[in-house]
């Protein structure tokens, strides 16, 4: 380029068109350069999702069934809990998360993919270091820190993956082909740096005492705030105006939303130590954060409800569309529930509770993951040129997924409310409280044996995508939408009619 | 590109060391010059290793050690401590295991609350030998079962209630994991602290 960059007079959620670039065919460019790292991610992402899911279920029946399976060292909750942990939020979401940030990169860019290779080693890399680490966990090797139980090496493992991929993005970034970056390259941009700050200062320049503690928290929820967060948002703004045709509703707020997610998200961590042993500036700076977070939250939500106005009938057809939507509403639900949630009047009822349990999974769950699903719905089928076998266990997914994460989210909350109003009465016996929790727990398990469900026929829809049987390999290369270099519709329902 | 891209590196990273410095060096140049609160010592060798099992076996994961202060829910009139815990509890604790959740009880008093290396042993074993319809796994790795001819006189036998007995005539005994474990729950005391005046404060604030 030997021009400044200049945003375009007029700002619309649509890239504007890179001149001297014909029709779709850099598209397939693109999609081939990504195809192999994004497919390698995705794959390693959903091994991933299915063994976490498998770990979660073991940790959620030992609660119901505290004597299950007592004799295993390897399996007991204090172990299983944290290996969960770390294998759907170091495996599934964030492996996903570079899945989808890679393809989405380079086709923001308009440029191929540069430093395949880098990618494909950092997936290796990091699935090395997470096994190594959750087995570690699982033989007794946790290091007793909340969200950072594996043991360095392994961790260590995960962050060179990461500048590896840091690595191939800068590289592609140099060889882009827009005039102008479009909201989403920010997004993702901002979270791959992010993400090996955050591993890298809390793993190599520990804090010592009480202080760890705050430390600690600054960087489990900034995993889950400028990681997590970023790319599930630059998902939804590339995906909502992709689906439905319709460029962003304002520009200049989502310029807002992001800056102040930058700004304000790493404050508020310390609110997962409310009413504890810390100095009380800490504990309202936090509060204060966190209320503010009511600004990027409502930015974002505004402008997802008012692109998606007038399209919502496009929900019918397009799952992915679905997915990414429920996931986007699930955002706002999450952000300003824990905007509010960090007042005292709040926490001083749900701190130490299931609400915790609950609030977590709806960010990661309802938010991170059914984006992640959609976006994977929509990537595959672009990267394989095929697309899935089944539209109805497309939805069957997307039924199950949404039904179980909102009844597990609600019956949790409910637990964490009832929890958190008898611990301060003093007059009920801590073993009653326990017991009560009972029913709760066992919704949750039984909530978390559909969302497995579902994981598994995500899983079986891959697999078939990637590898399909001989006899549907024929029928999907023959169709005309494949001979036309199109590429394919992500809208279910229209191939099947 | 230049222009575009610089800004978004320097603006996010400035940001993310914005609250870095705020969250994590300041408290942690704040907290440095922390003495230990009275009675407060390193911890032996036993409870060194017994806190290790903590770590390891995940009892962080139920249970919390920071009482709170009066006026931030109840934990003092649940008699979980005299005072809220403060930051010289935890001088000697690396990592310091606050939890975050109470599926169980806060133990940061539990020396105090419970001091009886018996019940320890025996709850660990089967915590629904003493609480019904807990929710505690039990943990009979930590332990040995054995016939009573084999067991020395320096070893100790678990008490529990016959039905819980593991039968055959056979004996429960302590293995040294489980010793430890129970040496550094006998540590976690929460213990008056002097005031300038000579008072004791059972809470600071």
Known sequence: ???????????????????????????????????????????????????????????????????????????????????????????????????????????????????????????VLWNTGLLVGVTAILAGGSTGVEWLEMPLTAFLFIVAALLLVAIAMVWTLIHHRVEHFYISVWYLGAGMLW?????????????????????????????????????????????????????????????????????????????????????????????????????????????????????????????????????????????????????????????????????????????????????????????????????????????????????????????????????????????????????????RSITGVFLTAGHFVFAWLLYRNVRPSSAVRTRMNSTAAQEAGFDVSATIAQRSA | MPTRASTLVIGALSAVMMSYTALALIPGFQLSTVEATPERIEYTAAQARGRLVYQREGCLYCHTQQVRAEGFGVDQARGWGSRGSLPGDYVYDDPPLLGSMRTGQDLHDIGHRVPSLEWHLTHLYQPRALVAGSLMPAYPYLFEVRDPADVLPSEVTVALPRQYQPGDGKVVVATRDALDLVAYLQSLRVSPVLQADGGTAPTVN
């Open chain 1, 1 to 123: 380029m030997n021009h400044p960059i200049q945003p375009p007079a007029v700002l619309t959620g649509l890239p504007p068109k890179s001149p001297g670039i014909p029709g779709y065919a850099w598209r397939q460019e693109v999609d081939r350069s990504t195809r192999l790292p994004v497919l390698t991610f995705t794959a390693s992402a959903i091994a991933w999702l299915l063994i976490g899911s498998a770990i979660a279920l073991l940790a959620a029946f030992k609660l119901d069934f505290p004597d299950w399976l007592a004799g295993q060292a390897a399996l007991t909750f204090g172990r299983v809990r944290p290996a969960h942990l770390h294998a759907t939020i170091y495996g599934w979401i964030s492996m996903a998360g570079v899945g989808i940030m890679v393809w989405l990169w380079a086709r923001l860019l308009k440029t191929p993919l540069r430093g395949q290779w880098l990618v494909l080693t950092a997936a």
């Open chain 1, 195 to 443: 993400m090996p700050f955050l591993l890298l200062v809390v793993l190599l320049a520990p804090q010592k005492g009480l202080a760890q503690a705050t430390a600690n928290w600054w960087f489990a929820h900034n995993v889950v705030g400028l990681w997590l967060t970023p790319v599930g948002l630059a998902t939804a703004y590339y995906l909502i105006p992709r689906i439905t045709g319709k460029p962003i509703y304002s520009y200049n707020l989502a310029y807002l939303g992001f800056w102040t997610l930058a700004l304000f998200f790493g404050w508020t961590g310390v609110h997962h130590l409310a009413g504890g042993p810390l100095p009380q500036w800490l504990e309202a700076v936090s509060i204060a954060f966190s209320f503010m977070m009511i600004i990027p939250v409502v930015a974002v939500a505004v402008n997802f409800h008012k692109t998606m106005t007038g399209s919502f009938n496009r929900l019918k057809d397009s799952v992915a569309l679905r997915f990414v939507v429920f996931g986007a509403v699930s955002y706002t639900v999450v952000g300003l529930i824990g905007a509010v949630q960090s007042f005292r009047v709040y926490q001083e009822v749900v701190h130490f509770t299931q609400h915790t349990v609950a609030h977590a999974h709806l960010g990661v769950y309802a938010f991170a993951s059914m984006i992640a699903f959609g976006a994977l719905y929509h990537v595959v089928p672009r990267l394989t040129g095929r697309d899935w076998e089944s539209s109805r266990l497309v939805n069957l997914h997307f039924w199950v997924a949404a039904g179980g994460i909102t009844i597990q989210w609600a019956a949790l909350t409910i637990a964490g409310f009832t929890q958190g109003l008898q611990l301060l009465d003093p007059v009920i016996p801590f073993v009653e409280i326990a017991r009560s929790l009972k029913p709760w727990l066992l919704v």
